[in-house]
Each structure stands twice: as C-alpha cells, then as structure tokens.
C-alpha cells in the first residue's frame, strides 16, 4: 500500500553534502522577529474576504526550505500568521489554535502573541502548548499541537508562528496547503530551491483548485508565490479528500519536458515490469512455501487465496500490530542500501513493507504457474486521479495483478482485514496501471457490491411495562464493514475488545447493562465479524397512564441526520456501497397491545438502491420489524454537489422512518 517500492527508485539528488552545506544557518533569510503592526492593521473594522468572519488571517507567510540534519535531508517550513478579531464570535474562534500534524512531522518552536487595542502585548507562555487528539467531520482523528491566545478581545491582532519539519524520503515534490479554518487575506509562500550541486533538476508548481500568482525570484535565492482572498475552510460529511476540495499546491522537482500522457505511462508501466522481473527469482523456499500454502487448492481462485492466507500468516507488516520495534529494527537495519529487497529475503525476514509483501505474493504465485503482474494504483482518499496528470508521484499504491480465467485481477496482501481479492476502499473505482513489458495499460479496479459490506443484525428483546427493555442482539458484518471492525480492535487483548464494544454501546445507551459480549472472527478476513451481547436499558420505552410510546428500530436508536446543511459546497463522496439487515422482535408486557398497525414502507433510490421498513404480522405478544437498506447498487458512490438537495431529502426520509414510534394500549381485560 505504501510507496516504498518505487520510492527507492527515484532520482537521488543529494549524492553528496558539503561541511558548509550542513553548517548553514538554517534561518538564513528568514526573518525570525515579529513584523512591525501596521495603522491600517489596527485601524480595521471589518473582514475582507468574508463579511460573515468573526476573525481573519491578514497575512499567512511560509518560508519553506531544505535542511540537513546528519545526512538525513529535512523540509522545514517556517509559518508565520497574523489574525485579527473583530467580534466576539471572532473571538471564541481564535481563541483556542490547533496545529494539525501526522507521524512524519513535527510541529516546534510555537509562539504566540495578542496586541490588544490599546497597544499592549500578551505574550504567551511555553506552556500553555500541548498535544491532544480532535475528531474531526466524518470521524477522523487527528493529532494537534493546541494552545490558547492569551488576552484575546474583539479588536485585537493575534499573531502566531511555527516551525514544520517534514520527514519525507520524497524530495521531489512537496505539497504546500493554502486554506485555513478561518478566511486569509493573503497567503504567501517563499520557496528556497535546491542547489544545482544537488541536483539539475528545475522546480515548478501544479496548482489545485486554485490559481495562484506565477512564481517570483526574490532575495536570497528563495522563489515565491501567493494567493488572495482564500475563504475558510469548512469540513462537509461525506465530502471528497481534502486534496480535491481545498486549494493547495504541489512543487516538483523535474525537468523541463512536456510529457505525452500515453508515452509517459507506456514507459513506467514498462519500467515497474521489468524491476518487478529483476525481484522476482524464484528460489526453492519460495517454490516450498507456495506448494504448501496452495496445496489441495484446485481452481485459480482457490490458490490465490490459499497464498494470501499463508503471507497473512507468516509475514507481517512493519507497523503491524504486535511487531515490537527491536523486531523492527533488526529488519531495517539489514536492508540493503542501493536495492529492493527480493522475495526470497523477505520471506525470509517475515516483515515488510506492503509493497514487498505483494512483490513475495507476486514470486510465489508465479512459481505455481500463475501469470503476476504489478499494478499502480492511485489512493481515494488522496487527489482523485486521472491518466493525463502525468506523474507517478499520484500512484502511490502497488498491488498485484493475476490472470484468473483470462482476465486481469487485482489483489493486495496488506488488505489482511478483507477476504482474498477484495481491495482496500480507498483502491476501488479507480485506474490502475497495469505494468507490461511490451503494453502497459490502465485498467479500472473493481468496485464492491452493497452484499459485500453487509451489516445483519437481530435483537430477541422483552419490554416490561415500566418502559424497560431486556434481551439479546447479534451482529454480523462482512467487508469494508468489518474491516472498519478489525481496524479498530486490532491488536487489544480480548479483554480490551470487549471494553471498545462496550464503550460503543453504552454511548447511544448511558444507562444500559451490557454483559456476556462475544466476538468472532476478528483475526479471519474470510468470515463475517460476529458479536453478541446481553443489554438491559431501563427506561428505552416511554410509560404514561394509558400508553407506552415505543421506537421499535432498536439498532437506529440515538442515530443523527446524516446531513444538517440546507446547502452544500462539496460534491458528495460515500465510501463504499452498504447493505443493512435488520430485523426486531419486542417481546410485549402482558395486556398491552399495539394500537394501530404500521403499513409497510419502502424508499426507492432509483438503479442506486432501496429502503424497506416491513413490519410482521401483529399478534397480541410480539411486536416484529424489519428494515433494509441498500446503498451504492451499481457502484454510484459519488455525487455532485447539485444532487445534495435530493440525497438529503433520502436520508431525511429514512432519518424519519427509522424514528418511527409505536403506541401501544392496554387491551381489554388487561391491568
């Protein structure tokens, strides 16, 4: 999954370092004091870009350069923003900053200052910095440095700034952001170009979503360019990748050729062949191993899967759950310096990188007679990917192709949380470079059906006539569901599953009793996750004297709209199509009965899918329901933005139905 295979392979361009170079002062043309306050700064009483702003960025300014620490090459970017705030909804915006970051950078030498409107300064104090973790929309963590803006007012200028170290082996391109979580006057960018030492390479910039100014040559060698009027931006559920919505810009490092898309693809399609061919000798312990793992298996199918089960058995990610970093460490240590890894020395190891894991996949499936090629894929969850953006640096993903019944299949071994021959979601629907010595071509990868993530579940339930409600639920999720499921108990003792699912469960019921929790299948991608559990809510039911209000759909229950917006700026972006199963059955207090009966309902989503909410046959003890929804038949999981109004009608309509309340009486001759 990651880019290791090819990464080695890119043009080195710091082959060697100098003494001067290294000991070059790293802040060398960036000014490292705070810039004078101007009158017409102080004097603002109004936002620019955007009326509606409490706050804005009057400047955002980044140097951005390469430093060397020991022989390793740093990216450093040196942030520097100036906010002002002009009402108190500006205020409690500004208030609180939080710094995003991931494994690969580090965030340092944070400072902070508020000029009130009378002129005096706050500084901030050391530490008042610290780590914490954010949800961001849709569920996604993230890690910030966060720190609160001392002295803070409506009139004041806040001012903050920041040194970014990226640790990234791919110094050929740098991606630089544009937009803030608030509106930015001016965003500037001075770039400091490699030496022609180091390489003769000339650097560019490819703008997304955006039309920046041309880029500049200023003073001390840097190069700049800037942008006006960014609004702020504002996290959509559902949205695309950030990269596809939000204006930012990639700078490369390359020559100064226009590339023909089609020669450009043919030639690194030839040239993933031929160093997959160069890796992929097969030796007697790959040849053993392979005949192990598939024997008894009889069709093509059949022995693919059996290889994937056996490398999920026998080899593991570097980062995987359980690899501790001595294990770690021994591996990287005896990595050679100016090659891949071949298959044999993988196995041998039993960690690797994903790409290594599929390059093993690859020897072993060619050494039972099964045609392997490799496959580049681009990411989903990054830029959404087309053939004429011309560059591999898209194409981050390696994969293996084998030829089952004539055809092209794709399959990745780090998806070990999925059966055999299903791709991440992230890898689906998009184009991948299928490697060829004589044709490489781009081929679509598959996208899963709604069957494929199916979540079924049943609860066996007794309501009292205090309005509590008692009984068993199981659950069973298959695919991207359960992967999401694996993903997130991998690694935990069986213990700490248990609290997870716990936890996840007294959330939508605080007051609940959960016990005798089981779950199965969390370590086999092959079957469905399963889990059960016993549950006493007291109170789910609400009681008056003549009536007892009940929300049958027990798994909906606590559930949120999908979508709050009126409007939308973002196209629409599901992950995966999904398939729901549900089915209910209460258990009625004795002398109580429902009071009408519901008509079944059902919601057509045209070719896209369907939703039914079918209640059975009433009788005088049971009440039973049964719900299904089915989303993304056919594969359409991404919308225009023009096509929000009527998706949040859908989900509005199902948010409705699902909250679908029963009445029940007491029948005659009841207590």
């Known amino acids: 999954m990651n880019a ?7 043009p080195l361009l710091l082959l060697a370092t100098s ?29 620019v870009v955007d009326k509606e702003a409490g706050v804005e960025a009057l400047f955002w300014t980044v140097h951005v350069q390469d430093e060397l620490r020991g022989s390793d090459l740093q990216r450093v970017l040196y942030h520097y923003i100036r906010l002002k705030v002009f009402d108190e909804k500006g205020k409690e915006k500004a208030a609180t900053i939080d710094i995003e970051f991931d494994s690969k950078t580090a965030i340092l030498a944070i400072a902070a200052r508020t ?32 720190f609160a803006i001392p002295g803070i ?120 062949y031929d160093r997959l061919k160069q890796s992929l000798k097969v030796t007697d312990e790959i040849k053993q191993a392979a005949a192990e793992a598939a024997a008894g298996a009889k069709t093509e199918e059949e022995r693919v899967s059996a290889l994937l089960r056996y490398l999920w058995k026998h080899t593991r990610g570097f980062y995987d759950a359980g690899v501790t970093e001595p294990e770690r460490s021994s591996v990287l240590a ?129 309501l009292s006539d205090d309005g509590g409600l008692e009984g068993d639920i199981d659950e069973s999720l298959s695919g991207h569901a359960a992967a999401a499921r694996r993903s997130d108990l991998d690694g935990e003792s069986e213990a700490r599953q248990q609290e997870i699912v716990k936890e996840e469960i007294i959330k939508t019921f605080p007051q609940a009793d959960v016990s005798g929790i089981v779950l199965k299948c969390i370590e086999d991608p092959i079957e469905p996750v399963q889990l059960h559990y016993h549950i006493k809510v007291p109170g789910y039911a609400t009681r008056t004297a003549k009536r007892i209000l009940l929300q049958p759909l027990f798994f909906q229950r606590g559930s949120t709209p999908l979508f709050t917006a009126a409007d939308r700026r973002y196209p629409i972006a599901f992950r995966y199509p999904w398939k729901e199963s549900d089915e209910v059955v209460v258990k009625l207090p004795p002398g109580w ?79």
């Not at 929309?137 to 440095?145: L, S, T």
């Not at 891949?340 to 050494?367: C, I």
């Open 19 to 47: 003494g001067a170079f290294a000991q070059e002062n790293v802040n060398a043309g960036i000014n490292i004091a705070w810039d004078p306050v101007t009158d017409a700064e102080r004097q603002s009483r109004a936002p």
């Open 334 to 462: 005896r990595m050679p310096k100016d090659r891949m890894r071949t298959a044999a020395e993988v196995l041998k190891s039993g960690l690797g990188s994903a790409d290594e894991r599929n390059l093993l996949f690859a020897a072993m499936a060619t050494s039972i007679g099964l045609e392997a090629r490799p496959a580049l894929l681009p990411n989903r969850q990054d830029i959404l990917f087309d053939p004429r953006m011309a560059d591999e640096y898209f194409l981050d993903n390696v994969d293996m192709a084998v030829k089952i019944h004539g055809n092209w299949k794709l399959y990745d071994v780090s998806a070990n949380h999925l059966p055999p021959g299903m791709l991440s979601w992230t890898e689906e629907a998009v184009p991948a470079l299928l490697g060829d010595p004589k044709k490489p071509a781009f081929i679509e990868s598959p996208i899963s059906a709604p069957e494929d993530s199916a979540t079924r579940r049943t609860a066996q339930l007794t």
């Open 153 to 272: 007012e409506p009139g004041a200028i806040v001012e903050y700034r920041y040194k970014e170290v990226r640790d990234n082996p791919r110094v050929l391109y740098t991606r630089l952001q544009l937009q803030r979580e608030y509106p930015v006057q001016r965003v500037t960018y001075y770039v400091k170009p490699l030496s022609r030492d180091y390489t003769e390479y000339n650097l560019g910039m490819w703008p997304f979503n955006c039309t920046p100014s041309p880029l500049k040559t200023e003073r001390n060698g840097f190069q700049s360019f800037s942008l006006e009027n960014v609004p702020a931006f504002r996290e959509e559920p559902f949205m695309p990748a950030e990269p596809n919505v939000r204006p930012w810009v990639l700078l490369v490092y390359r020559k100064n050729e226009q590339r023909d898309p089609e020669r450009y693809w043919t030639d690194v399609g030839r040239k993933s």
């Open 4 to 10: 290791t295979f090819r990464g080695r392979l890119l």
């Open 115 to 146: 000029i009130k409107a009378d002129g005096s300064i706050v500084e901030m104090t050391r530490d008042a910095v610290h780590q914490r973790d954010l949800v961001r929309a849709g569920g996604r963590k993230v890690v910030v440095k966060s």
């Open 593 to 671: 009965v429902p009071d009408g009966v519901l008509v079944p309902r059902r919601l057509d989503f045209g070719k896209n899918g369907y939703y039914s909410l079918t209640p059975a046959a009433p009788n005088r003890t049971e009440l039973v329901m049964k719900r299904e929804l089915v989303f993304g038949d056919g594969g359409s999981v991404s919308f225009d933005v023009k096509a929000y109004p009527q998706l949040k009608v859908i989900f509005d309509t199902i948010y409705g139905r699902d909250g679908y309340a029963i009445a029940l009486r007491q029948s005659e001759g009841g207590q």
